[in-house]
């Protein structure tokens, strides 16, 4: 079968609710690693880059989706189960949270500053008649601390700087009371006494943990 055809298959199967994230994953490894990324494009039917606000403030980085070999290594290392809630801090059209939440059953939550990708999301959302992968809209420094169900928590470098320091900021008391990962792609994460390296899966993936509590032992 062709990636082409594959897609369209597990496209229809999230559409007439058949879809499980098992056999998403055996159709993505099915497909060559150098297809993975189109293939995920076609399931969600995803057409060319958007334009970016030219008002996008000064230190928010344009959109661009991360990579499914970093976002597969993810998924495997941490590893994401059904029960965790996977945070996107700077989601862009909703294609990570759509794939993280397809692939392993996990709520997915994007927030996004820019309004019409927060549009594309929904209508991703809508689209695919899955309601567990919403998008919210609005600075996501000031946004990531009112998602206290969060449990994991990715950057693909939407930011960097103070905002990032806010983001973390917002998220230590959400760490006082469980263990959550912030997950990173690309991204120079400030000092944080609160969080240690867990690993390094990939080149530029890191994975961080909180370590105010002990880490709960993950369902396999
Ligand atoms: C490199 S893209 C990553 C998109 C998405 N995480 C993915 O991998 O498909 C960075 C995204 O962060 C968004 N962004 C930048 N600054 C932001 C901010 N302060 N709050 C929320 N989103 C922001 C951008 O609009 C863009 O969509």
Do not use: N
Request: glycine share 6%.
């Amino acid at each position: 079968m062709t990636y082409r055809a594959s897609a369209e298959r597990v496209r229809a199967s999230i559409q007439d609710g058949s879809h499980r994230p098992a056999r998403f994953l055996a159709a993505l490894r099915r497909v060559r690693p150098a297809e993975r990324d189109a293939w995920l494009d076609l399931v969600l039917g995803l057409g060319e880059l958007p334009d970016d606000d030219p008002e996008l403030p000064r230190g928010c980085v344009p959109y661009l989706p991360c990579p499914v070999v970093d976002l597969l290594a993810l998924v495997e290392c941490v590893p994401v189960r059904a029960s965790d809630v996977f945070v996107d801090v700077g989601s862009g059209v909703g294609r990570a949270a759509m794939f993280v939440h397809l692939l392993t059953g996990a709520s997915a939550i994007g927030l996004e500053i820019q309004r019409r990708l927060v549009f594309e999301a929904r209508d991703l959302s809508a689209r695919l008649l899955v309601s567990r992968a919403p998008s919210v809209e609005g600075d996501a420094a000031e946004l990531a601390r009112f998602v206290p169900i969060g449990t994991i928590f990715f950057l693909y470098c939407p930011f960097s700087g103070e905002r990032l320091t806010k983001v973390l900021a917002g998220l230590e008391p959400i760490a006082r009371t469980r263990t959550i990962r912030v997950c990173c792609v690309d991204v120079a994460l400030p000092r944080c006494g609160w969080l240690t390296l867990e690993s390094s899966p990939r080149l530029g993936l890191e994975i961080h943990r909180s370590t105010y509590c002990a880490p709960a032992t993950r369902p396999s």
